[in-house]
């Protein structure tokens, strides 16, 4: 449903992204996922035709977005980083301004409008003047005008940011009952969004595509070694020497607890009951001991630490 070839676009000297390819099918639901700079809006705005390429192609249910930029277009519902809404006008007002400008017909327009207000909770909200609404409310009058034209495909550019931890989980939901029936890319440097949310992740970073898996496998990908979190009641500077001289510990990390440390052993090795053995012959007073996953906010710091240092000494 979108597919991006070789996406390359420079801003002067800056290339802003560099050879992003990837697609996502009909129905999917994808993050796409990298700190800020990373390239995320660029290439929404190049996918939506409000910029071109400098090279690569695209394309959105299977329209060229350079070449048959207008077909693409109606496919294509499109929430932008920053949302331009008119504060003085009513939500409905608005809606029918917005549908108008996108050339809609008034009966399919007023329709669409009724629609829409259900779909995005705003039936109560749709004589409030926008400028009197809730962040939280405002936004979804933006993702109201996004679905608007019924497009197959939304692209939304960091859909949640600025709003509370109630308003993002409203939003989210929204989201998620729109996929299934749309193709939805969004964008995020949230990592729990992306989990949450998405069922796959695209990871950008430097303007380049450095990872794409569905959350589980990215966080089985990048676990090179186990990670095993202990505590003990008497802690000294000889706890973390003599845990290190361990055969198949690779580290000893001090935890944020006084005498918690965290062991990375390599992978495949389950050393718990070496670990715990250890600490008790030694007398060190074993007070916890368990594994530690590795979340996905950890694969993307190893992942996006990994790109830095190539990418700083060019
Ligand atoms: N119009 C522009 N002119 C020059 N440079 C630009 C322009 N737009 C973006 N850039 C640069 O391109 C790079 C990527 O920017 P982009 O906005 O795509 O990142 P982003 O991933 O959306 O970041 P954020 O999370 O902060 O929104 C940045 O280094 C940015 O400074
Ligand atoms: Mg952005």
Same mark, same amino acid.
């Given at each position: $449903?979108?597919?991006?070839?070789?996406?390359?676009?420079?801003?002067?000297?800056? /290339?802003?992204?560099?050879?992003?390819?990837?697609?996502?099918?009909?129905? *999917?639901?994808?993050?796409? &996922?990298?700190?800020?700079? /990373?390239?995320?809006?660029? =290439? $929404?705005?190049?996918?939506?035709?409000?910029?071109?390429? =400098?090279?690569?192609?695209?394309?959105?249910?299977?329209?060229?977005?350079?070449?048959?930029? %207008?077909?693409?277009?109606?496919?294509?519902?499109?929430?932008?980083?920053?949302?331009?809404?008119?504060?003085?006008?009513?939500?409905?007002?608005?809606?029918?301004?917005?549908?108008? %400008?996108?050339?809609?017909?008034?009966?399919?327009?007023?329709?669409?409008? *009724?629609?829409?207000?259900?779909?995005?909770?705003? +039936?109560?909200?749709?004589?409030?003047?926008?400028?009197?609404?809730? &962040?939280?409310?405002?936004?979804?009058? =933006?993702?109201?005008?996004?679905?608007?034209? +019924?497009?197959?495909?939304?692209?939304? +550019?960091?859909?949640?940011?600025?709003?509370?931890?109630?308003?993002?989980?409203?939003?989210?939901? !929204?989201?998620?009952? !729109?996929?299934?029936?749309?193709?939805? $890319?969004?964008?995020?440097?949230?990592?729990?969004?992306?989990?949450?949310?998405?069922? #796959?992740?695209?990871?950008?970073?430097?303007?380049?595509?450095? /990872?794409?898996? =569905?959350?589980?496998?990215?966080?089985?990908?990048?676990?090179?070694?186990?990670?095993?979190?202990?505590?003990?009641?008497?802690?000294?500077? /000889?706890?973390?020497? &003599? %845990? #290190?001289?361990?055969?198949?510990?690779?580290?000893?990390? #001090?935890?944020?607890?006084?005498?918690?440390?965290?062991?990375?052993?390599?992978?495949?090795?389950?050393?718990?009951?070496?670990?715990?053995?250890?600490?008790?012959?030694?007398?060190?007073?074993?007070?916890?001991?368990?594994?530690?996953?590795?979340?996905? *906010?950890?694969?993307?710091? *190893?992942?996006? $630490?990994?790109?830095?240092?190539?990418?700083?000494?060019?």
């Amino acid at each position: $449903m979108i597919r991006a070839e070789g996406l390359t676009k420079y801003y002067g000297p800056h /290339a802003a992204i560099i050879d992003v390819s990837f697609e996502v099918a009909e129905g *999917e639901i994808v993050a796409f &996922l990298g700190p800020n700079a /990373a390239g995320k809006t660029t =290439t $929404m705005r190049i996918l939506t035709g409000y910029i071109p390429p =400098t090279f690569g192609r695209a394309s959105v249910a299977g329209f060229d977005v350079v070449e048959d930029s %207008l077909e693409a277009r109606r496919h294509i519902g499109y929430m932008p980083e920053v949302a331009a809404l008119y504060p003085d006008m009513r939500v409905r007002q608005y809606l029918r301004y917005a549908g108008r %400008l996108q050339g809609m017909g008034r009966d399919e327009l007023n329709d669409r409008i *009724e629609y829409v207000l259900d779909r995005c909770g705003l +039936d109560e909200r749709a004589s409030s003047i926008i400028g009197t609404l809730s &962040l939280g409310f405002r936004q979804r009058v =933006t993702v109201a005008q996004t679905l608007l034209h +019924d497009p197959p495909v939304l692209i939304l +550019d960091e859909p949640t940011a600025g709003l509370d931890p109630n308003q993002i989980a409203e939003v989210r939901q !929204l989201i998620k009952s !729109l996929a299934g029936s749309h193709t939805v $890319m969004l964008s995020t440097h949230i990592l729990p969004e992306a989990q949450m949310t998405c069922e #796959r992740v695209m990871i950008i970073n430097h303007g380049q595509i450095i /990872a794409v898996d =569905t959350p589980d496998n990215l966080t089985a990908q990048i676990r090179e070694v186990q990670t095993v979190l202990v505590r003990v009641r008497d802690d000294s500077e /000889a706890v973390p020497r &003599l %845990l #290190r001289d361990m055969s198949g510990v690779v580290a000893v990390r #001090r935890a944020d607890e006084p005498g918690a440390y965290h062991i990375d052993t390599t992978v495949g090795s389950d050393l718990r009951a070496e670990v715990a053995e250890f600490i008790v012959n030694k007398g060190w007073g074993l007070l916890e001991l368990q594994p530690v996953a590795m979340s996905l *906010e950890d694969v993307f710091h *190893e992942l996006t $630490m990994v790109e830095e240092v190539p990418a700083k000494s060019a």
